[in-house]
């Protein structure tokens, strides 16, 4: 017996795939040393930086489509319903809103300005990074090419 296509079981599966790929590439990229200058070509599990970085911006276009879609199509009256009931509540007690906004332009302005914690976060990344470069030997898990 052949059941039917499902699209909620399709995008709930990819949106999970998606979303290891997307947590896995981070992780590698905040980590993986650069080349600049130095005539070695890292690479981590068989991909270099580049090529590590097409699969992050792929697999984030994968992540928002599929959500878009689990959003728009499969949870749409769901996703509807919540928002004219929420929203009403929500404008007469705004707090949770106000809050999330502020803390997402808190985010924004502090990458882009380098401020405190987030230029240490960042700055994390760039030290792990450095220090496969001042090695000699293999680093493990690294190949160089």
Do not use: D
């Not at 079981?9 to 999970?16: E, P, R, V």
């Not at 994968?62 to 509540?89: P, R, V």
């Amino acid at each position: 017996m052949n059941k039917a296509f499902s699209w909620r079981i399709f995008t709930s599966f990819g949106l999970f795939l998606s979303f290891l790929m997307l947590l896995f590439s981070g992780v590698i990229l905040y980590i993986f040393p650069g080349s600049r200058g130095s005539g070695i070509v890292w690479e981590m599990v068989g991909m270099t930086k580049p090529a590590w970085q097409n699969q992050h911006i792929i697999f984030g276009f994968s992540f928002s489509l599929l959500s878009l879609c689990h959003l728009f199509f499969i949870n749409w009256k769901a996703f509807f319903s919540y928002l004219k009931s929420k929203t009403k509540e929500g404008l007469q007690s705004p707090r949770e809103l106000v809050v999330i906004l502020i803390l997402s332009l808190c985010f924004g302005f502090g990458t882009y300005f380098k401020i405190q914690p987030f230029s240490g976060i960042l700055g994390l990344g760039k030290s792990i990074a450095k220090s496969y470069e001042g090695k000699q030997s293999q680093p493990r898990g690294l190949q160089m090419r």
